[in-house]
């Protein structure tokens, strides 16, 4: 499967995106998908994952602000984020870690 993830920009602090994930095939049968995003200078980053069955994982870095959807019928994955600050500038990527599927990612700029 191949993936392409896109939506990101530049934003102000406090301001929300949502991040869009395309999938080449159907997603239907894929157990998880996740999120992830590298800020500049630091390790790639997991920040929110779901399942088929619709279970849930966020980090704490994000938290209460970020949340993963999926619609298994469009093949495509979403993230919406609230709130963002600074710090959550980053390279987004979605992945499909069972298929070990990465997409480009999209650049989220969170300005002050």
């Known amino acids: 499967v191949q993936l392409q993830a896109f939506g990101g920009g530049l934003v102000q602090a406090g301001g929300s995106l949502r991040l869009s994930c395309a999938a080449s095939?159907?997603?239907?049968?894929?157990?998880?998908m996740r999120w992830h995003r590298q800020a500049p200078g630091k390790q790639r980053e997991l920040i929110a994952g779901i399942t088929n069955g619709g279970d849930l994982n966020v980090s704490d870095s994000v938290k209460g602000r970020f949340t993963i959807s999926r619609d298994n019928a469009q093949n495509m994955v979403y993230l919406q984020m609230n709130d963002l600050k600074p710090e959550d500038t980053a390279v987004y990527y979605c992945n499909a870690p069972l298929r070990a599927a990465w997409g480009k990612g999209t650049l989220v700029t969170v300005s002050s």
């Open positions: 095939e159907s997603i239907a049968t894929i157990l998880v």
